[in-house]
């Protein structure tokens, strides 16, 4: 009964080739988000959607694009791959988008490793 | 803007006994929450305590509490009988009232030994 996951666990791709990640929480949450944890482990936001409408969009570029069905998915989809996005991609859920007490739960990570 | 600083690259401690991790954060948001979450090696991220910046008490989760000191802006963890298991990267975010994201720290990796 995992809360969060995600798929793949483990990606290895060539630069240029375009992949998605794929996450799923069954915890009944509005609000979804994606992480990035690079080499020295640093834990940044890139996206957040409540309700299948986007609502944090960092400094990420274009080539990364998310898109919430519904809203227990977020996926993320990546074109045009390179070296610099090799990182641990990790999508977390919440509750709600509006209490600073809202604790976000995290998936396993999708390890992704750009060649 | 929001930071978090964790100034212990690495920490180690013995079996049993109890340590702090510290963190200091910087925030203009009125009210803020707090969060800890533990990285061991495999990877995944675990949520373990939360501190509310109103909260009258210091938030306490079984082996784990929060020295919560909102004038010097600080929200230490400390676990106390440390465990083998607890071996893991250790890190403070801080959660604004004007925006849903978490700002993490660079974290803390936390080595128990025999």
């Known amino acids: 009964d995992t809360a969060v996951s995600q798929t793949p666990k483990y990606l290895v791709t060539q630069m240029g080739n375009d992949k998605s990640i794929k996450c799923e929480q069954n915890?009944?949450?509005?609000?979804m988000y994606w992480y990035k944890q690079d080499s020295k482990k640093f834990l940044k936001i890139m996206f957040s959607y409540n309700n299948k409408e986007l609502i944090i969009n960092e400094t990420v570029p274009n080539r990364f694009s998310p898109k919430s069905p519904d809203k227990a998915h977020l996926n993320l989809h990546i074109n045009s791959l390179e070296l610099g996005d090799s990182a641990v991609y990790f999508c977390a859920s919440s509750q709600d988008q509006v209490r600073e007490g809202e604790t976000q739960y995290f998936g396993p990570g999708t390890r992704l490793l750009v060649l | 803007a929001q930071k978090i600083t964790q100034t212990q690259p690495g920490m180690f401690v013995q079996e049993k006994e109890a340590v702090t991790l510290d963190c200091t954060y910087d925030?203009?948001?009125?009210?803020?929450?707090l969060f800890w979450y533990k990285q061991p090696s495999s990877g995944e991220m675990i949520f373990l305590i939360y501190?509310?910046?109103?909260?009258?008490q210091n938030a306490t989760e079984g082996r784990y509490s929060l020295n919560f000191q909102k004038a010097r802006k600080s929200a230490n963890l400390v676990i106390s009988a440390s465990q083998l298991g607890d071996s893991a990267m250790y890190f403070c975010?801080?959660?604004?009232?004007?925006?849903?994201?978490?700002?993490f720290g660079t974290g803390t990796r936390l080595q128990v030994t025999l």
């Open positions: 925030t203009s948001d009125p009210s803020y929450g």
């Open positions: 915890l009944g949450h509005d609000t």
């Open positions: 501190q509310g910046s109103y909260d009258q």
């Open positions: 975010a801080l959660r604004g009232d004007t925006a849903s994201k978490l700002t």
